[in-house]
């Protein structure tokens, strides 16, 4: 690990104003569960370490049943996973946290951290850029071992996967996301935070060098039925092959509004529009579950040796939707 400046403000506009413009000027540590090992790998470098551990504005839940779910980006996984009235009022954002890898990660890791976590990629862990590329520019994933890697949005130039449990669920539901920085606050649908980068010098969030995440805010669930469900080739301590979240509602006994979104299959957590069609207006049964399945990896692509996880996909949008239809986790 390189040498670093090290700096602990208590508010967010010192914690601002201690970022710079560009993306090696400086990190946040929070959890640091991602951050540090990066630095120990060489593979991010920043110049100081900004901790904002400190900024009590940033920690709190707060349950409301006109404004929703306010969760502080500091507020750890398992607090989400341990508050009363989460699990009360929000219980399948309890219970999907409660899945995230294990007691020692949920005891560190943060809100904030999850949504913002760099990819898993082996080839950018290694030192090969986001994009992945050898010296002459060319990618390596296509060609390479691609076992983990996207099959949806991925034509290029990304192929890594977004490794965030809590964004395909917080997109379902309908989250937003609030941000702090030089010109004050910003808040954006939770779907427009993650982008597809194009370039090397682009990142994965839709959030400046000099910003941070404050806090994400869920809308209240009223006639809400959601679920989450993932696939992984370990119970514990381990990352999903494929993640799905369903957020529906009815009218009677079909469909009057859906939201499928995929993670763990594509740059960005991939909201299924096909899937969603596919259950408006039907009653959900084994088939229409599996109607939504499939039309959610119609556009899937193998990249060679990652062509499972099609179906691990399509099996995770089924189940989900099952399970969000018998009641899931209000």
Not at 8 to 14: L, N, R
Not at 237 to 261: E, N, Q
């Amino acid at each position: 690990m390189r040498a670093f400046e090290y700096a602990s403000p208590a508010t967010k506009e010192q914690a601002v104003s201690l970022l710079g413009n560009n993306w090696a000027d400086a990190d946040i540590l929070a959890g640091g569960t991602d951050l540090l090992a990066l630095m120990k790998d060489d593979v991010v470098k920043p110049k100081r370490l900004v901790n904002i551990k400190d900024i009590e504005e940033l920690r709190g839940i707060t349950v409301d049943s006109r404004r929703g779910l306010r969760i502080g980006a500091l507020v750890t996984i398992q607090e989400l996973v341990d508050h009363p009235q989460v699990r009360k009022s929000f219980a399948v954002v309890a219970n999907t946290a409660g899945e995230i890898a294990g007691p020692q990660i949920r005891n560190m890791g943060t809100v904030g951290g999850n949504l913002c976590q760099r990819p898993r990629c082996w080839y950018y862990r290694a030192g090969f850029g986001l994009l992945a590329k050898d010296e002459s520019g060319e990618p390596l994933v296509p060609g390479g071992d691609n076992r983990y890697h996207a099959i949806l949005g991925n034509s290029g130039p990304a192929y890594f996967v977004s490794p965030s449990t809590l964004a395909p669920l917080f997109i379902a539901l309908g989250a937003t996301v609030r941000l702090y920085g030089p010109k004050g606050k910003r808040e954006i649908p939770m779907e427009k935070f993650f982008v597809i980068p194009q370039t090397d010098g682009d990142r994965e969030h839709d959030l400046m060098p000099n910003e941070i995440v404050t806090e994400v805010v869920v809308p209240p669930l009223a006639g809400v039925k959601s679920a989450s469900y993932e696939v992984r080739q370990k119970d514990a301590m381990d990352w999903p092959l494929a993640f799905a979240s369903v957020a529906l509602k009815f009218s009677g006994d079909k469909v009057l509004s859906a939201r499928v979104v995929m993670g763990h299959v594509a740059p960005v957590p991939w909201r299924s529009k096909e899937a969603e069609a596919a259950l408006v207006g039907k009653t959900v049964t084994e088939d229409t579950a599996k109607a939504a399945g499939d039309a959610a990896v119609a556009g899937a692509k193998s990249l060679g040796r990652n062509g499972y996880k099609i179906q691990l996909a399509r099996v995770a949008v089924k189940r989900a939707i099952l399970e969000a239809a018998k009641g899931g986790a209000k």
